[in-house]
């Protein structure tokens, strides 16, 4: 088994963590070799072998569509260092911290102030060990299109988020992370990331209204995310494209059609990419081969259907997409898709 970095003409890794999916079959023996593993995020019923106690391992409950069932692992250019710190378990290189930490929310109560909790100890943590920036964050919120107390699990989420942000004092314009939030069944908030010592670029997609503007339907505070944060290392740059779907300006389009929610979904993903090539004075770059893809179904019945016209509507590669079945913030939604786009200077 060969665990493939992206890396140069020349052989050098140059960014400073990169993903890969990879078969859990082939996961002791990456442990084994020299690779500098930074985490390792499963979708499913826990491995049945041991994760190195130094790794950070994150567990989300979400059924895979596709068979075999593949791993999601960050792979750092340079040593890693683990370690917890009130509730955090954390890795980091030199640049790069990734981070997760988990909440039991038994009946779902109080999500708000849950939220608000863990996003203010995140943004306290990554200042307090220099890695202020937080440029990628997954959400997986129990329940996320229920309404407890009269009001949506997804719009509690995005209050208690929005208050720790506007606490901490976040720059919607400049400082907000791509973000996904997908709905659980375990009575737990998860919650994993990706900090920097430098900050990302924050980009923005013309088709839709930025998130932090969505009119007040959507909820007491608008979501808080960027649509992708872009990071860039000498030889080149990694986007991270936040959960996207069949959005054209706040609006859900294509209800109850599948091809045409998923067309306008790559659509969306195509020109946040284009911007980001934009923001960095590049050629136009769509949907590549290696990039990798993270699609949430609704349902599951439908997973033959999406993965048909995904294969047909980019050139990304079968192993690199990972086809989960879950709740999306939008009762709305059929299903949303999520990117990691690596790319290099000539």
């Not at 040593?79 to 009946?107: E, Q």
Request: glycine fraction near 4%; charge should be negative; include cysteine.
């Amino acid at each position: 088994m060969t665990v493939h970095k992206f890396k140069s003409k020349e052989g050098a890794v140059l960014l400073p963590l990169t993903a890969r999916y990879l078969s859990s079959s082939n996961l002791p023996e990456l442990f084994s070799s020299n690779e500098q593993v930074m985490a390792v995020v499963n979708y499913g019923s826990e491995l049945d072998f041991d994760i190195p106690a130094n790794l950070v391992s994150v567990n989300v409950p979400l059924h895979q569509l596709s068979a075999p069932p593949i791993t999601e692992v960050w792979l750092s250019d340079s040593d890693v260092k683990s370690a917890t710190s009130n509730g955090i378990h954390y890795s980091f290189n030199s640049s790069i911290l990734f981070g997760h930490v988990v909440a039991d929310i038994p009946g779902v109560q109080n999500l708000e102030q849950e939220v608000e909790e863990k996003y203010q100890r995140i943004s306290k943590f990554t200042k307090e060990k220099n890695y202020p920036h937080i440029i990628r964050i997954w959400n997986y919120v129990p329940d996320i299109n229920d309404e407890p107390d009269g009001l949506e699990n997804y719009k509690s989420f995005s209050l208690g988020r929005s208050n720790a942000f506007e606490d901490q004092n976040i720059d919607m314009v400049r400082d907000l992370p791509a973000a996904s939030a997908l709905g659980i069944k375990n009575g737990k908030l998860i919650i994993y990331f990706i900090a920097s010592k430098s900050p990302g670029s924050q980009i923005e997609n013309p088709r839709q209204v930025n998130a932090y503007h969505y009119p007040r339907k959507y909820g007491p505070k608008s979501p808080s995310f960027a649509r992708a944060n872009i990071m860039t290392s000498k030889g080149g740059y990694i986007n991270y494209v936040s959960g996207t779907a069949s959005i054209v300006g706040h609006e859900t389009l294509h209800t109850d059609d599948i091809e045409g929610q998923l067309k306008e979904t790559i659509t969306n993903i195509n020109t946040v990419l284009e911007m980001a090539t934009r923001k960095e004075h590049k050629k136009n770059n769509i949907l590549s081969e290696n990039d990798l893809l993270k699609v949430y179904i609704r349902d599951g019945k439908n997973f033959a259907l999406i993965q048909d016209l995904l294969e047909k509507e980019t050139c990304v590669k079968k192993e690199n997409i990972m086809y989960l079945e879950t709740d999306i913030c939008r009762d709305d939604l059929l299903l949303e898709v999520e990117a990691v786009s690596m790319v290099f200077k000539d």
